[in-house]
C-alpha cells in the first residue's frame, strides 16, 4: 500500500467531489497534516466538554426540588446522581452545587482544550515533525503502522485509567448510588470471578441464562468488577500497542489509512451506542428510575439513531479506505 504524504487536499472520494461545497471535506483536508489534525481534534474535545458543562450548569439552575428528576426531562444531571453527586436516602436530590461545581470545572477544561486547539490550528507546526523535536515526537505517517499502534495504545490506556475512575469513585470517594437499597454506599467488595463477570457475554446472569446479556447485571459489585476487569484488558491492550509493533499477519488483514482508522473508530461508537439500549430499556440499577424516569424509550430510540449514524459513517469511510 502506497500513501501520500503530501498535504494537498484531494476532493476524488469526498461527498464534495466536484462541486463547489468544500466545507463538506471538513477535517480530510488535514490527513497529512498532523499538527493541524491534532488541533482538530482537541478542539472537538473542548467542544465535547463545552457541551457537557454548559448542559449541566443549565440543568442545575432549573432543577425543581418539588419533581423527582426523572420527571425532567435532564440529560447530564442523571449520569452525575447515579454516581453518588447531591443524593440523599430515597434517591432524593438533597444538594445541587456539586452538579453546578462539576459543570464549571467542564466548561473550564473546555476553554482550555478551545485555547490548545486553536494554537495548535494557527501558531503550531501545521506537521509536527517540522517542529521543535518535543513536538516531533508526536508526528505520524499513515504508513507507520507501529507510530499508529502507539497511538491506539495511547487511548486504550486513557479509556482504562477512565474505567478505574469509576472504580475509585465506587470504592474509596463516597460511594455510588445503589437503586436496590435507594441510597449511595460504597462497593467494598467487587466481584473480581472471572466467571461471573465474563459469563455477561454470553448471556449467564445470577445463575441462569438471560437474553439480555450483560443489561441483566442487577448488583454494583458485578458493574464494578467488571470495570475493574475491563480497565485491566484496556490497559494492558494500549500498553501492548504502545511497544509492540502490529504483526505481519495484521497488517496484511487490516487496512491502515486515514479513512480505514476513521472507519474502525466510527464501528466502535455504533457498537457502544447499541450495547446501551438494552441497558436504557431494561436495566434500573444502572439508569435508576428515580434519576431517568420509568419510560426511557425517547431515550433509547436516540442511542438507536446515533448508533446508525455512526455505523452509516464507519461504512462510508470503510468504503472509501478500500479505494486506497
Do not use: C
Request: net charge neutral; aromatic share 12%.
Amino acid at each position: 500500500m502506497t500513501v501520500s504524504t503530501d498535504s494537498s487536499l484531494r476532493l476524488d472520494k469526498s461527498f464534495a467531489a466536484n462541486t463547489n461545497a468544500t466545507w463538506l471535506v471538513g477535517n480530510a483536508r488535514l490527513t497529512h497534516l498532523s499538527g493541524q489534525l491534532l488541533g482538530a481534534h482537541i478542539a472537538h474535545a473542548g467542544l465535547i466538554m463545552f457541551w457537557a458543562g454548559i448542559t449541566a450548569v443549565s440543568e442545575a439552575l432549573r432543577f425543581d426540588p418539588s419533581l423527582s428528576m426523572g420527571k425532567q426531562n435532564f440529560i447530564v444531571l442523571p449520569h452525575l446522581a447515579t454516581l453518588g453527586w447531591g443524593v440523599g436516602a430515597g434517591g432524593t436530590i438533597i444538594d445541587v452545587y456539586p452538579y453546578f461545581a462539576i459543570g464549571m470545572l467542564h466548561l473550564v477544561a473546555s476553554a482550555v482544550l478551545g485555547a490548545g486547539g486553536l494554537f495548535h490550528v494557527f501558531k503550531g507546526p501545521a506537521v509536527l515533525k517540522d517542529g521543535p523535536q518535543q513536538a516531533a515526537k508526536f508526528h505520524y505517517d499513515w504508513n507507520d503502522a507501529k507510530k499508529l499502534g502507539f497511538i491506539l495504545g495511547s487511548h486504550l490506556v486513557v479509556l482504562g485509567l477512565g474505567a478505574f475512575l469509576l472504580v475509585l469513585k465506587a470504592m474509596r470517594f463516597g460511594g455510588i448510588y445503589d437503586a436496590a437499597i435507594q441510597q449511595v454506599r460504597l462497593v467494598t467488595a467487587p466481584t473480581l470471578d472471572p466467571a461471573t463477570i465474563w459469563g455477561y457475554l454470553v448471556g449467564s446472569a445470577n445463575g441462569s441464562w438471560t437474553p439480555w446479556g450483560m443489561a441483566a447485571v442487577n448488583n454494583l459489585e458485578d458493574v464494578i468488577g467488571g470495570h475493574i476487569w475491563i480497565g485491566t484488558v484496556l490497559i494492558l491492550g494500549g500498553l501492548w500497542h504502545m511497544t509492540v509493533a502490529p504483526f505481519p499477519w495484521a497488517k496484511r488483514l487490516l487496512r491502515i489509512n486515514a479513512d480505514a482508522l476513521l472507519s474502525y473508530s466510527l464501528g466502535g461508537l455504533a457498537f457502544m451506542a447499541f450495547v446501551s439500549v438494552p441497558f436504557i430499556v431494561h436495566n434500573t440499577l444502572v439508569f435508576p428510575i428515580e434519576f431517568y424516569g420509568g419510560d426511557r424509550l425517547v431515550a433509547a430510540n436516540v442511542q438507536i439513531l446515533l448508533g446508525i449514524l455512526a455505523l452509516g459513517g464507519h461504512l462510508w469511510h470503510a468504503y472509501r479506505a478500500r479505494l486506497d
